[in-house]
């Protein structure tokens, strides 16, 4: 008998998460749902999925920064991202990070399960609605923005943006709360920024929230 591959989500929006499963099940075990790039990559650890099909736009830690942590632990981990961003910019990011697909929302269903089926084969899958465009971008030589961020800062700034003080953030993510403050100070520098509402508005403009 063929063992089916197995297949992790992570949607914050739960309606859709159900919706892909009813077109998954056929082709694969779905081994899980999650709602937050912090409970994606505790799953990972736990669940041992072969291939993750994420949204980039999640609450407290987003699809590609989850990304580089799991790369961490396991450069071979395999991330699919079903995602609205239509811009070539997120999906060149997403690439670089070491994603194994890029999918749009809007696409049919069959190209979800292909792009899967090509992560699971070793080959990168992106929406041919975006495939000309990557190319592009990635030949461009203006910066992005996102990459004048640490790690740490994009996280700090993702908590930020949830509503959470210095001092929770500081809990969330073991650090004193002046070091998040720090880090918060030298985000604005780099990025030229005057307050924290820029800063969110820098977030919420560059998909680094939901």
Do not use: C, W
């Amino acid at each position: 008998m063929t063992v089916k591959p197995r297949v992790l989500l992570a949607d914050d929006h739960r309606i859709v998460a159900e919706g892909l499963k009813s077109i998954l099940e056929k082709d694969f075990v779905l081994v899980g749902i999650v709602e937050d790039g912090r409970s994606l990559v505790r799953a990972v650890a736990e669940l041992r999925p072969d291939v993750i099909v994420a949204d980039i736009s999640m609450p407290q830690l987003n699809g590609l920064d989850a990304l580089t942590h799991l790369k961490r632990d396991n450069p071979q981990v395999r991330v699919v991202f079903l995602t609205m961003h239509r811009d070539a910019a997120y999906a060149r990011r997403a690439l670089e990070a070491g994603a194994a697909g890029y999918v749009l929302k809007h696409a049919a269903p069959a190209e979800l399960v292909l792009a899967i089926h090509a992560a699971l084969q070793g080959r990168t899958f992106i929406t041919p609605d975006l495939a000309a465009e990557v190319l592009r971008a990635g030949k461009a030589t203006d910066p992005d923005p996102v990459g004048a961020l640490t790690e740490r800062q994009r996280e700090i700034l993702q908590l930020l943006v949830a509503g959470k003080s210095a001092k929770e953030i500081a809990a969330v993510l073991a650090l004193s709360a002046r070091t998040v403050e720090d880090h918060k100070y030298r985000m604005m520098e780099s990025l030229g920024i005057e307050n924290s509402a820029e800063l969110i508005h820098f977030a919420i403009k560059h998909g680094l929230v939901p």
